[in-house]
């Protein structure tokens, strides 16, 4: 049997920013699916500091984000960080003023240590504009059954890396 932990996916970005926004269209649609009880989904957007009080409780977080990979826009990129996940100032990880490795170092000086995984791609378009561009409109609906494959999975079979997504 499966160990039961309660679950946040966390979608974050920007809708105004077209594929910055593909963390929030994905959390979209998963709001639209049936999830285990112990799995809750929020649309973070950019909501920095202020998102620390969904995370009260929570054993487990999928953030899905569009993130500066070294893969192609629209690449779903599945990890779980080890400790040395770090930005160094060199490289945008994410787009957001607070990003998400000072919300996680926050929750930890909170005392909570969480399992946390990523669900990424890189984005295509960063411009104003309210629909993602093709290539990650294509990845929404894989994000999707990833995300539920997951979840009815709890999290299983998934493998540590401690690689830092770069350009």
Known sequence: MFEKKTTLILGLGNLLLRDEGFGVHVTQRLKTCDLPSDVKVVEGGVGGYNLLGYF???????VVDAMMTKSEPGE????????????NGQNALSFHQIGILELLQMWKLLGQE?????????PEILEPGLTLSTRLQKSVEPAVQLILKLCHN????????????TL
Not at 114 to 122: A, D, S, Y
């Open 56 to 62: 009260k409780g929570v054993e487990r977080l999928l």
């Open 76 to 87: 779903l990129v599945l990890f779980q960080p080890g400790p040395s996940l770090r930005d």
């Open 114 to 122: 969480p399992e946390v995984f990523f669900l990424v791609t890189r």
């Open 154 to 165: 709890r999290f299983t079979g998934l493998e540590r890396s401690t690689e830092l997504c």
